[in-house]
Nanobody, 119 residues
Framework: VQLVESGGGQVQPGGSLRLSCVAS????????RGWYRQAPGGQRERVAG???????KYDDSVKGRFIISMDNAKTTTYLQMNDLKPEDTAIYFC??????????????WGQGTQVTVST
């Protein structure tokens, strides 16, 4: 499975961005998906996850601001990020997990896309 993220960039506080993650390769339609982020000097943490059934989970830091979704073909996973804050600045990674949505990430990662929130 190959994953390619896009949609990152620089935005002012309060702004919005939509990240996309396109998957290709083996059959991954049943895999859970997650968006993780890693700030400089920090650990990689999951901010949002979605199961193949469409059930979603969010970290408390992004609840009410971020929305994770998939297209009907289950090839693209999105992360709509609203009301962005400077503390959202990080590299964002897409992750797929054939085991479902677990506490630990799956083995498939994208290359990451930079999100910078600043004035």
């Amino acid at each position: 499975v190959q994953l390619v993220e896009s949609g990152g960039g620089q935005v002012q506080p309060g702004g919005s961005l939509r990240l996309s993650c396109v998957a290709s390769g083996s059959d991954f339609s049943t895999y859970a998906r997650g968006w993780y982020r890693q700030a400089p000097g920090g650990q990689r943490e999951r901010v949002a996850g979605i199961t193949m059934e469409g059930l979603t989970k969010y970290d408390d830091s992004v609840k009410g601001r971020f929305i994770i979704s998939m297209d009907n073909a289950k090839t693209t996973t999105y992360l709509q990020m609203n009301d962005l804050k400077p503390e959202d600045t990080a590299i964002y990674f897409c992750n797929l997990d054939p085991r479902g949505l677990r506490h630990s990430p799956g083995k498939y990662w994208g290359q990451g896309t930079q999100v910078t929130v600043s004035t």
